[in-house]
Every structure is written in C-alpha cells, then in structure tokens.
C-alpha cells in the first residue's frame, strides 16, 4: 500500500519543515487539497501555496482538485509538474475531453467519486486513466469518520479495473488509519490518503509505515 499523506492537516505556519517530514519520513506522495469554496464548503490554497510544497517536496506531488471549473484549475497547477492531477466526475460535463488535456501536460489523469457516486459512472472511462480516488469522507475537511461503504465499492471498482485496465491505480481519501487500512488493502486499494491520522501521530513514520502494508 502506498501512502499519500494529505497536506491539509499540516501546521500552515510551517508548511516547509511538515512538507520536508512527510518526505523525510518515507511518504510515496504528497496529497494536495485544493477547494474553492462552491464545490465543497471550504476554500483552501493556490498557485502560490502549492509552489511552495512542490519546493519543499522531494517526492511526487497528487493534487486533489475539489472545485467548479476543473480546466481553469489544471492550467494554474500544470506549471508545478505535479504526478497526477484528479478531478472530481460530480463536477465535469467533459470528463473525456479533460482527461486528454492533462495527459497532454504530461501529467496523470485521475476522477474522484464522492461517496454516494457509482463506480459504474466512470466505466466508460476507465481505460484512459492513471487512477482512480474513492472519497470515504464527503470532500471539504479533514478529520472526519470513515465511511465504510467505500469497501464494498472499491472492490467493485479494483473488480472493474481488473478487466478494463489492469494498469489504473484505485486511491481512498478520506478517515483512513490503521484501524481500515487492512480492509481496504483487502478491497483492492493501492494508494491510501491520510491527514488527522499522519499529522496527529506523535512519530510521522512510525504512522506512514503502519499504512505501508
Ligand atoms: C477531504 C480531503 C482529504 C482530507 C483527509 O476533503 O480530500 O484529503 O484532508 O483528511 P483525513 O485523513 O483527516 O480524513
Ligand atoms: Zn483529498
């Protein structure tokens, strides 16, 4: 299991020394939460924020976009060269057109399915992705309780995948810890997002490390 945790549980007043631990302590990514406040219920950070994660960051950025113009969004993170870029399909009328511009960026195209929307909502597009993010919470803050209908879900999807393109990634975002890595593991998930449970965690590694199953 790879782990991505989740920028938005950091101390903001020292963004660059929480970026540097992350990394330092083994983390496989670096989880972005970008908001607008109309998407979701809450408005986070930009362009010059995120720049200064990527400078801190020595491994791979994933950038979450929760919000209402997707493409506007792509072209202001493009820049930063992140590994993957993931939209939420809620919120796009041409999830395929937008998949191929940020292929064309060179980057990789991921969808985020909240947790009431289907799997079965983005068969269709399965085969022209890098991954796909599950949402065990509903997007616009940390800290908040899993929601397990996730693993049922995931394992429809990981199912999904398996004949459809063996090669896409299933992420889960949203109350994991060690308490659900397991299950979720289990259920085929490849990446876990985690930002109360790293960030709280009095030793960052010993907390990444216990998601690294
Ligand atoms: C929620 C964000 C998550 C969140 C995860 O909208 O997408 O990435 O920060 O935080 P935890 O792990 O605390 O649920
Ligand atoms: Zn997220």
Known sequence: MKVAPSVLSADFGNLQRDVEAICEAGCDFVHVDV????????????????????????????IHL????????????????PEYISFHIEEEKHPHRLIQKIRSLGIKPAIVLNPHTPPESIEYLLGDL???????????????????????KAKKLSAMRDKINPACLIEVDGGVSDKNVHLLKDAGVDIVVAGSYVFNHANKKEAIESLQI
């Open 35 to 62: 908001m607008d406040g109309h998407f979701v219920p809450n408005l986070t950070i930009g362009p010059v924020v995120v720049s200064a994660i990527a400078a801190s960051a020595t491994k791979p950025l994933d």
């Open 66 to 81: 929760m919000v209402e113009n997707n493409t506007f969004f792509v072209d202001l993170f493009a820049p930063l060269k």
């Open 130 to 152: 890098d991954m796909v993010l599950l949402m065990s919470v509903n997007p616009g803050f940390g800290g908040q309780s899993f929601i397990d209908t996730v693993l049922p």
